[in-house]
């Protein structure tokens, strides 16, 4: 990898010196000076001899060759590299569920004079109307696309609307629920897709201008997942810009409290039209802090699931071994709803290979639950409270401390290493300098930068993330969910590199009546415990019934 970090830095060399004989053909390959293996050297960290500098350059030229010569081969986005990733190893086991559920019942809801007044209304509420057919399917959908067409101008949230697919959908639904036939509490739930899913009919575009007008002919596997339970897919949302931060090539996404405020991201686009009350609910997906970074931001209650929880077919790829994709909501119990119909392996994903014990339901108590928090983590007055609250509802909280003998977001490489490669044409060909973001922070400087670090430190840093992982296991043997305050949390690097689940809620409002926001994090594969737990919290709090005023 030294040799071809030492070709990457010449091959933009105008004038070499001193060329080496190569068996390469010198049109295809640049020439070599004893400067430039010097120079890459120091860029990985070392100072190579003269003599080791001679031994190098004619590997370095061969390797470039070999390089060249697999360029030649196109990749789509959607092949994976021949490894997986597994956040349970070898010793690791999954642990039953220690909470005891009580299924949930449909409430008794009554059609409003103004469906307006439904559209903040909860999963289930909408569910019961739907049963009871008092609400139309193709009512609820219009409702929706309605208000997306009246507030997208607002919250540049919708990069496309799927009218006639979601109308269709929804006849299709009603027609069924006139037989009798009711698929379950999403059947006729309008939700939203984060625009790095791929559907059929649709362009999926990825946030940037380069991807415009692409369109990927599969449904991923959560659309037909979501197709089969009911649930009626009105738009394509925003992300940032190839799943980074909230700016796309229609604007940035703004909060719903706060519009001169972005969302966040870079599910940007499902943060905030769940909680403007445009969808029911909508996907995302989390590589570091995608979903919880929005959700805090907008007051949105997000899950992001166990890696491996949920299937990434037909999702665009950043990172192979940190995506997750996950449900944006205005309750946890909306989002165990939502993650109980998208959850599973499907043959299709090589890493979604764990199907584990989930219900949906409300805890019958909670006596012996054990929750930590990060000490110090709440000296600050605003999210103080949070502790007084879980007392409240028979929990006794208890300090720990987080994994501290790795920082993790020394690993982040990781992360970089891993999307650089996933766009590597996007760098090579030059169209990195038509993305919407050009500066020090952006992917196109950062997946420049990425092909310097050299693969020895990219393999050293997943070797470092195993004892993270041993380590993440040890705390979590310890307590069954932990609880902090979302903003500059450091367990976000942490649990997303050991593929914990995490769900991010609204706690409050701060003093410029924006959400301040909580974060509950669980066992792997534990989603069962940690929903319930936030749910309870969430339901005898009530802050995640307070909803922006945008009209």
Same mark, same amino acid.
């Given at each position: 990898?030294?040799?071809?970090?030492?070709?990457?830095?010449?091959?933009?060399?105008?004038?070499?010196?001193?060329?080496?004989?190569?068996?390469?053909?010198?049109?295809?390959?640049?020439?070599?000076?004893? %400067? %430039?293996?010097? +120079?890459?050297?120091?860029?990985?960290?070392?100072?190579?001899?003269?003599?080791?500098?001679?031994?190098?350059?004619?590997?370095?030229?061969?390797?470039?060759?070999?390089?060249?010569?697999?360029?030649?081969?196109?990749?789509?986005?959607?092949?994976?590299?021949?490894?997986?990733?597994?956040?349970?190893?070898?010793?690791?086991?999954?642990?039953?569920? !220690?909470?005891?559920?009580?299924?949930?019942?449909?409430?008794?809801? *009554?059609?409003?004079?103004?469906?307006?007044?439904?559209?903040?209304?909860?999963?289930?509420?909408?569910?019961?109307?739907?049963?009871?057919?008092?609400?139309?399917?193709?009512?609820?959908?219009?409702?929706?696309?309605?208000?997306?067409?009246?507030?997208?101008?607002?919250?540049?949230?919708?990069?496309?609307?799927?009218?006639?697919?979601?109308?269709?959908?929804?006849?299709?639904?009603?027609?069924?629920?006139?037989?009798?036939?009711? !698929?379950?509490?999403?059947?006729?739930?309008?939700?939203?897709?984060?625009?790095?899913?791929?559907?059929?009919?649709?362009?999926?575009?990825?946030?940037?201008?380069?991807?415009?007008?692409?369109? =990927?002919?599969?449904?991923?596997?959560?659309?037909? *997942?979501?197709?089969?339970?009911?649930?009626?897919?009105?738009?394509?949302?925003?992300?940032?810009? =190839?799943?980074?931060?909230?700016?796309?090539?229609?604007?940035?996404? !703004?909060?719903?409290?706060?519009?001169?405020?972005?969302?966040?991201?870079?599910? #940007?686009?499902?943060?905030?039209?769940?909680?403007?009350?445009?969808?029911?609910?909508?996907?995302?997906?989390?590589?570091?802090?995608?979903?919880?970074?929005?959700?805090?931001?907008?007051? #949105?209650?997000?899950?992001?699931?166990?890696?491996?929880?949920?299937?990434?077919?037909?999702?665009?790829?950043?990172?192979?071994?940190?995506?997750?994709?996950?449900?944006?909501?205005?309750?946890?119990?909306?989002?165990?709803?939502?993650?109980?119909?998208?959850?599973?392996?499907?043959?299709?994903?090589?890493?979604?290979? +764990?199907?584990?014990?989930?219900?949906?339901?409300? #805890? *019958?108590?909670?006596?012996?639950?054990?929750?930590?928090?990060?000490?110090?983590?709440?000296?600050?007055?605003?999210?103080?409270?949070?502790?007084?609250?879980?007392?409240? =509802?028979?929990?006794?909280?208890?300090? =720990?401390?987080?994994?501290?003998?790795?920082?993790?977001?020394?690993?982040?490489?990781?992360?970089?290493?891993?999307?650089?490669?996933?766009?590597?044409?996007?760098?090579?060909?030059?169209?990195?300098?038509?993305?919407?973001?050009?500066?020090?922070?952006?992917?196109?400087?950062?997946?420049?930068?990425?092909?310097?670090?050299?693969?020895?430190?990219?393999?050293?840093?997943?070797?470092?993330?195993?004892?993270?992982?041993?380590?993440?296991?040890?705390?979590?043997?310890?307590?069954?969910?932990?609880?902090?305050?979302?903003?500059?949390?450091?367990?976000?690097?942490?649990?997303?590199?050991?593929?914990?689940?995490?769900?991010?809620?609204?706690?409050?409002?701060?003093?410029?009546?924006?959400?301040?926001?909580?974060?509950?994090?669980?066992?792997?594969?534990?989603?069962?415990?940690?929903?319930?737990?936030?749910?309870?919290?969430?339901?005898?709090?009530?802050?995640?019934?307070? +909803?922006?005023?945008?009209?």
């Amino acid at each position: 990898m030294i040799a071809l970090l030492a070709c990457a830095l010449l091959f933009q060399d105008p004038a070499p010196k001193a060329p080496v004989d190569s068996k390469s053909d010198p049109k295809q390959a640049p020439l070599l000076t004893s %400067d %430039d293996v010097l +120079h890459s050297g120091k860029v990985a960290g070392f100072t190579w001899t003269p003599e080791q500098i001679t031994l190098m350059q004619q590997s370095v030229l061969d390797d470039f060759t070999t390089a060249q010569k697999l360029w030649q081969f196109h990749l789509d986005n959607e092949v994976p590299p021949a490894f997986r990733f597994d956040p349970i190893l070898p010793g690791m086991q999954v642990a039953p569920p !220690r909470l005891e559920l009580v299924a949930d019942e449909l409430p008794a809801t *009554k059609r409003p004079a103004n469906l307006e007044d439904l559209a903040f209304a909860s999963i289930p509420e909408l569910a019961a109307l739907i049963k009871t057919k008092q609400v139309s399917c193709v009512e609820l959908a219009q409702l929706s696309l309605a208000r997306l067409k009246r507030l997208d101008p607002k919250l540049f949230c919708v990069v496309s609307l799927t009218e006639t697919r979601a109308l269709a959908q929804a006849k299709k639904l009603d027609e069924e629920l006139a037989q009798g036939h009711w !698929r379950g509490m999403l059947h006729g739930m309008p939700w939203g897709a984060k625009d790095l899913l791929a559907a059929r009919g649709t362009k999926t575009t990825w946030g940037s201008p380069i991807f415009k007008d692409q369109v =990927i002919d599969v449904d991923a596997t959560v659309v037909l *997942k979501l197709d089969a339970a009911g649930a009626v897919l009105v738009a394509k949302l925003s992300l940032g810009e =190839i799943a980074y931060g909230d700016l796309w090539f229609g604007g940035r996404t !703004r909060n719903p409290w706060s519009l001169e405020q972005g969302s966040s991201g870079s599910s #940007a686009g499902p943060a905030s039209a769940t909680v403007a009350g445009c969808v029911a609910f909508a996907i995302g997906s989390e590589t570091l802090g995608s979903i919880m970074s929005p959700s805090s931001r907008c007051g #949105a209650s997000g899950l992001r699931p166990t890696f491996g929880a949920v299937s990434r077919h037909g999702a665009m790829a950043l990172s192979w071994t940190m995506d997750k994709l996950g449900p944006l909501c205005r309750s946890a119990q909306d989002c165990a709803i939502v993650f109980d119909a998208i959850r599973g392996p499907d043959g299709k994903d090589q890493d979604a290979v +764990h199907d584990t014990c989930f219900a949906v339901g409300h #805890a *019958k108590n909670l006596v012996g639950l054990r929750v930590g928090y990060p000490r110090h983590a709440f000296d600050k007055r605003t999210h103080k409270k949070v502790l007084d609250e879980l007392r409240a =509802i028979g929990v006794t909280p208890v300090p =720990i401390d987080l994994p501290a003998r790795i920082d993790a977001s020394d690993l982040l490489s990781i992360l970089v290493c891993e999307a650089a490669t996933a766009f590597d044409e996007l760098t090579r060909s030059g169209d990195d300098a038509k993305m919407v973001w050009q500066d020090k922070e952006a992917w196109p400087n950062t997946f420049r930068a990425a092909r310097m670090i050299p693969a020895v430190e990219y393999l050293r840093a997943m070797r470092l993330r195993t004892l993270l992982m041993r380590d993440m296991d040890a705390l979590m043997q310890q307590v069954d969910v932990f609880v902090n305050p979302s903003e500059g949390s450091q367990s976000l690097a942490l649990t997303n590199l050991t593929g914990h689940p995490s769900i991010a809620m609204p706690d409050g409002l701060d003093g410029r009546g924006r959400p301040n926001s909580i974060t509950f994090t669980g066992r792997l594969f534990g989603e069962q415990d940690l929903l319930a737990i936030a749910r309870a919290w969430q339901e005898s709090t009530h802050y995640h019934q307070e +909803h922006p005023k945008l009209e």
